[in-house]
């Protein structure tokens, strides 16, 4: 005989978990981080289907090294584009949720700027199911691009740090958050051009212990890429450490 009791129980918690979402509803209305609209009617507590969808369709034909979109015509290829071959980027490969418009920059702004750390899950899974089954099965680490203890400080976290837990926990992979360090407390790259990024960040990280990273293949977090300067020194001094493949994921591209 079934056990009637269990089985009302069972159906009884999804009921009351309804009826408090609904209660919060009505005294914190739930809108989507991105556009503002209402997610009254939606499950999602962060971002509504219609900008999951928008990110979606924005999924684009690009450069596996540097991840610059390709124009008709352009064919990817492994040694990297026109544009990144000159640029002597230290990482293998990279992998992009969008370029840097529309919901994706607006979510970035209200995750980083705005400061709702609760938005480090959604935007962590979008990075998880970006990255294919091959690359999973080689990566040994993940460590997100880290910021100078000044500038963690101000700001409160690192928004590269909790998406990348958030990455681990659903790839069941190993972090390391404080073997990459950043040494400099460098200016802002938002506002520099090209030659003041490179020169901005050069010698600015620094691996504490070699030895953790030797032969080892690294996946390296961080929000945005825009020249690529800061992703490409965090893995200059992780292969200098011994590193073997540096792999590099971010919520968005900056176009060129």
Known sequence: MPDLRQENKVL???????????????????????????????????????????????????????????????????????????????????????????????????????KHICLAMPLGSLLTNLIDQKTICEIDFVVPVPLH?????????????????????????????????RINNTLSQTQLSYLLRQKNVKNAFMVKNPDLFSQKNILLIDDILTTGMTASECAKSLKNAGANKIFFIALARSKR
């Open 12 to 114: 009884l918690v999804p009921t009351i978990r309804n009826i408090l979402l609904g209660f919060l509803d009505i005294l914190y209305p739930r809108h989507c981080f991105a556009c503002d609209s209402s997610l009254h009617e939606e499950e999602n507590a962060h971002i509504c289907e219609n900008c999951l969808e928008i990110v979606k369709q924005a999924e684009a034909k690009r450069c596996s090294k540097c991840g610059l979109t390709l124009g008709p015509g352009m064919i990817p290829s492994e040694e990297g584009c026109y544009e990144c071959k000159s640029r002597n980027l230290w990482f293998e490969k990279s992998f992009f949720v969008s370029d840097n418009e529309g919901p994706v920059r607006a979510l970035i702004h209200q995750f980083k700027y705005k």
């Open 149 to 181: 203890w000044k500038k963690k400080q101000e700001r409160g976290f690192n928004q590269s740090e909790l998406m990348a837990k958030k990455v681990c926990k659903n790839l069941s992979m190993p972090i390391s958050l404080n073997n990459l360090h």
